[in-house]
């Protein structure tokens, strides 16, 4: 009776190791089944990937304003530097900062003391300059009779040629003593009014309407005069009725700055509000900043006129100026960034094209006379690439986009003006900028974005 409950032993413990067999074959069929699942759908994700993904923007109509962008500060149109000619001690400074002043009003005055002596010597000397000349003129007149009466008894034969030589010389010398007395009045008499004008300019009266815009010395302080090679500004006396903006502009933008072109001031210490301004002066000479450095910046300043009276400016304060250059009415427009560069053939983007030529120059590198055959050459091909460059812009044609050559005209902050290649209503691909400029060929297949909702952020 035994043998037979082995044998029945033996049979179920094989049936479980069947059943666990077929469940491992089960779940290795099942995670088999879901790797082809899944690499299928990558595989489809990736078929569905080769199409760009870009956003689009149709051409429009629209008026386009070419401006030329520049900071600088508000300055009055008129403001005078006030600086002493004479040197002394300020006796006298009647304005504050910021009173207003009228045409004549004293401004300066600086102690005459040392100029009235001056001047009481130059009196004395020209006194003594004209004493000396009446008596030069007496001895003259007398000489002169004793000439003439000499001359006489000469031609009668009664005077020796000595004795008359002696009485023509004596009458030459007081000739000349006259000659240098009335030399020396008008000399003293110079010398007087240079007194007469330093003693006038000890006392300095504004030359305009105005206010005094800075003052820089207080009573009691010595001054330098210009006449003293740095004079030393005492004040400023401007007319802020007439208030400008002087703008640096740089030499690549001035070209399009022409006087009477209309402005748009902001002017930082009212930050709601906008200006009028009109361009009435642009500098000859440049200004450069960083000479000889690679920070080097050439400028030119520009005078732009604050037309809008009804604000107070004040000396200094910071602007920031958009002055509109040309101005196209009514022409097709696109987004800036949809306009690109590339060859003439439309295969390359200016990065191929640059590192084409850099991968040449290393080619052809090589020392002395060799190498400056091959600069010279690099050059020339530098030339050719940027004549064999124009502007594309891609337009989308159901999945694909097309390579079309444009001619643009100006351009504002958003938007080009397109002259040739496009008509209202055209669909051009306007974004990523960094797939049009660098990857987007002719023909390549393209997705749009699905244009977001008002709020909605990219995940």
Known sequence: MSAPTNQFTASAAVAPKKKSRKRLWIILGSLLLLVIVVVGAIAKNRS?????????????IKTITQSVNATGKVQPETEVKIAPEVSGEITELPFREGAVVKKGDLLVRIKPDNYKYQLDQREAGLAAARASAIQSKSQLLKTEEDYKRS?????????????????????????????????????QEGLLA??????????????????????????????????SYGGAEVMRVADLSNMEVRVNVNENDVVNVKIGDKAKISVDAYPNRRFNGQVWEIASSARTLGMNTQEEVTNFVVKIRITDRDAAFRPGMSANADIETKIAPDVIAIPIQAVTVRTREGAKTIDQLSGDRE?????????????????????????????????????????????????????????????????????????????????????????????????????
């Open 151 to 187: 001359k006489d008894l000469a031609a009668k034969q009664l005077l020796s040629d000595s004795e008359f030589t002696t009485v023509r010389t004596t009458f030459e010398s007081a000739q000349a003593n006259y000659d240098n007395a009335l030399a020396q009045i008008r000399s």
């Open 48 to 60: 569905s990937d080769k199409a760009i993904l870009v956003t689009t923007e149709k051409a429009v």
């Open 359 to 459: 991968k040449k120059a290393k080619e052809t590198q090589g020392d002395g006379a060799v190498a400056a055959v091959n600069q010279k050459d690099q050059r020339e091909r530098e030339r050719t690439d940027r004549e064999a460059l124009q502007r594309v812009v891609f337009l989308r044609n159901g999945s694909t986009v097309k390579m079309v050559n444009v001619k643009t005209g100006i351009a504002d902050t958003t938007h080009m003006e397109i002259t040739e290649g496009l008509k209202k209503d055209d669909e051009v691909v306007s974004g990523p900028f960094s797939i049009i400029t660098r990857v987007l060929k002719d023909g390549d297949k393209v997705r749009v974005e699905a244009p977001k909702k008002p709020g909605e952020q990219k995940k």
């Open 194 to 227: 240079q007194a007469q004008e330093q003693l006038s300019k000890t006392v300095i009266y504004s030359p305009i309407d105005g206010t005094v815009s800075a003052r820089t010395n207080e009573v009691g302080e010595r001054v330098a005069g210009t006449g």
